[in-house]
């Protein structure tokens, strides 16, 4: 293996390698999980030799969080995108819990990565408050248009994060699981959660002239 460069800005064929091994961590954790994504297991699957693994990525660490970065901005690039296009405060919050949820099932191998490493406390996203951090500020855009009602945007956040993680749990473990009504019930849980009460108007007392008198 040739010796690195002193320029540390990777040509395009290390890339391509760079890509591979990600690509690889990402199949082997999904097939045996994280403890199993040794250095020596991960240069198998993407056929290379360790000393090859080393020279692009300088330890297992370094390696795993390349490939938890990549998986996390492939998510964050697709619900940004539907985000942007939604209507509104309340548009954009529906926009981000359907776009999470429709992620999994676009990206099934790239939703067990998460939760694999999810259970690693090393791992950066083992951090609940920065996992929702876009969801916190679009909660905070909303109440600052007074669209909202009061609240605290980060705990409300865990408490919707926490009922997504809950669903992709199950659906993990259970495929058949219907992702498409749990969205809808996520949506109706989260407007529940954030939307100002609406206002009752009082019942009115009919007139006793209009109520019917009793024959007997």
Not at 59 to 76: E, R
Not at 148 to 176: N, S, Y
Not at 186 to 208: K, N, V
Request: glycine share 6%.
């Amino acid at each position: 293996m040739a010796p690195r460069r002193a320029d540390t800005t990777p040509t395009a064929t290390e890339q391509v390698r760079r890509g591979q091994l990600i690509e690889a961590t990402i199949d082997l954790i999904c097939d045996r999980g994280c403890a199993a994504a040794s250095l020596s297991a991960i240069a198998q699957q993407a056929g290379m030799s360790k000393a090859a693994v080393l020279y692009h990525f300088s330890s297992k660490d370094n390696l795993t969080q390349a490939t938890l970065t990549h998986v996390l901005d492939s998510v964050t690039a697709y619900v940004t995108e539907r985000v942007a296009h939604a209507a509104g405060p309340k548009g954009a919050v529906v926009a981000y819990v359907r776009s999470v949820v429709g992620y999994q099932r676009t990206e099934r191998r790239h939703v067990r990565v998460i939760a694999e490493m999810l259970l690693d406390r090393r791992s950066g996203a083992a951090s609940p408050v920065g996992r929702w951090g876009m969801l916190v500020r679009l909660l905070a855009d909303g109440q600052r248009a007074g669209v909202f009602r009061e609240f605290d945007p980060q705990m409300v956040a865990l408490a919707v994060g926490g009922a997504i993680e809950g669903v992709v749990a199950h659906w993990l473990a259970h495929p058949e699981f219907d992702l498409d009504a749990a969205a809808d019930e996520l949506e109706t849980f989260t407007l529940y959660a954030i939307e100002r009460p609406r206002t009752r108007l009082p019942a009115q007392a009919s007139p006793a002239s209009s109520v019917p008198r009793s024959v007997l």
